[in-house]
Every structure is written in C-alpha cells, then in structure tokens.
C-alpha cells in the first residue's frame, strides 16, 4: 500500500529526491517516518513527520540541515528531498507510516518495499 521511489547512484555532494505514495491510505491521516538500512544492520529511523499539513518534523542529528521531509496531501505523497549527500548515506531507503510517531519499526503498520540510495563517487 506505499511504494517508494527515486533512489538511484549520486555522487558525493548530490541530491535526490525519495517519494512515498499510497493506495487505500490518506497519509495525512499517519505519521511518516523514512527509515533506512544498511546490510547486515538495523533499519534506522532518518525522519518523520507528523499529523495532518503542518506536521512536526524530526531528524537525525547526522542529515538534519541536509535532508527535507514533507507532505503533499493533495497528491497523497510524501518526500524525503536528500542533499549534500555523503557515502554514509548509501542504504535502502523506506517509507513507513503509522499511528504514533516512534523511531521503531515495530510501531508502523504499513511498508514501501524500498528505495536503494548509492553515494559513491
């Protein structure tokens, strides 16, 4: 019911934009949180934004200035715009939604099937 999209190789310094889109969900309604994970480690959570058009948003200390979630509840979308991009950034991407805002997994009930993010010069 999400799918996540617009991941791809950048170099270092690039930018991308990761886009979460829904079918049978208003996600207005959720909390979003794009996770991300590297092989072999924990999904991590990098940002979430809250209820409704003016959701709080949150990030990780490591891309707060560089990374951009938001909301397009016309389109029923959410973005994550990634710039600056680093090598430790490189990770599948994905979008989660669900009723509470929490960095856990456990806590969301609906997954995009990921997104691969590749920072490599």
């Known amino acids: 019911q999400l799918q996540a999209s617009g991941g791809g190789s950048v170099q270092p310094g690039g930018s991308l934009r990761l886009s979460c889109a829904a079918s049978g969900l208003t996600l207005e309604r959720y909390v979003i949180t794009w996770f991300r994970q590297v092989s072999g480690k924990e999904r991590e959570a990098v940002s979430t934004i809250g209820f409704g058009p003016d959701g709080q948003t949150y990030y990780i200390d490591s891309v707060r200035g560089r990374f951009t979630i938001s909301r397009d509840n016309a389109k029923n979308m959410v973005y994550l715009r990634m710039t600056s991009l680093k090598p430790e950034d490189t990770a599948v991407y994905f979008c989660?939604?669900?009723?509470?805002?929490?960095?856990?997994?456990?806590?969301?009930?609906?997954w995009g099937q990921g997104t691969l993010v590749t920072v490599s010069s």
């Open positions: 989660a939604a669900g009723g509470q805002i929490s960095t856990y997994p456990i806590a969301y009930d609906y």
